[in-house]
T-cell receptor, first 115, second 118 residues
């Protein structure tokens, strides 16, 4: 169990540029989540995959955001035409389909700064 | 809609003492799950403890216990014998359903920053 891995750890980009983040979940986990966390706040849900199917999306996920999990393993989150308000920590988490004791396992996050 | 409220932005505790972090919630669901996560400065969210709304006993995990008062809609985290390594942000979260975090997303509170003093 190597944990949830996110890449890159930090990304600085200019407004209007596109960025893509990658998440590698724990290998046997079939569920994958993306959250966004701004300074001083708790994580906010963005979207959720079960295997390769994207089953739920938050209204926070505007048209500029897109997430994929093509083979049910790793996932990518792309933000097009970045805005300064997109600056945040983007957290990925994974879990298994099991009973109540199936917490989300989070990665260390990707910190995005839009200048 | 679910809502989590953590009213303590920051807390201080002396090493080896116990501390209680407050969490209240609001939901119209009959069954739900309650979670506490720790976030050190490294950024990773670490799962600490889980309580199901139908669980009759308060959950415990080592030095962590969850003081669940369903009628008051509170789920306070108690950390006994605080250690310097406990200094971190602590988030309360809830999910609908009987703890199946996979169906719907966790809703998080705004967090409490705990600082353990030597």
């Amino acid at each position: 169990d190597t944990g949830v891995s996110q890449d890159p750890r930090h990304k600085i980009t200019k407004r209007g540029q596109n960025v893509t983040f990658r998440c590698d979940p724990i290998s046997e986990h079939n569920r994958l989540y993306w959250y966004r966390q701004t300074l001083g706040q708790g994580p906010e849900f963005l979207t959720y995959f079960q295997n390769e199917a994207q089953l739920e999306k938050s209204r926070l996920l505007s048209d500029r955001f897109s997430a994929e999990r093509p083979k049910g393993s790793f996932s990518t989150l792309e933000i097009q035409r970045t805005e300064q308000g997109d600056s945040a920590m983007y957290l990925c988490a994974s879990s298994v389909t099991r009973g109540p004791n199936s917490p989300l396992h989070f990665g260390n996050g990707t910190r995005l700064t839009v200048t | 809609a679910q809502k989590i409220t953590q009213t303590q932005p920051g807390m201080f505790v002396q090493e080896k003492e116990a501390v209680t972090l407050d969490c209240t919630y609001d939901t119209s669901d009959q069954s739900y799950g309650l979670f506490w996560y720790k976030q050190p400065s490294s950024g990773e969210m670490i799962f600490l403890i889980y309580q199901g709304s139908y669980d009759e006993q308060n959950a415990t995990e080592g030095r962590y216990s969850l003081n669940f008062q369903k009628a008051r809609k509170s789920a306070n985290l108690v950390i006994s014998a605080s250690q310097l390594g406990d200094s971190a942000m602590y988030f309360c979260a809830m999910s609908p359903g009987r703890g199946d975090t996979g169906r719907r997303a966790l809703t998080f509170g705004s967090g409490t920053r705990l600082q353990v003093q030597p």
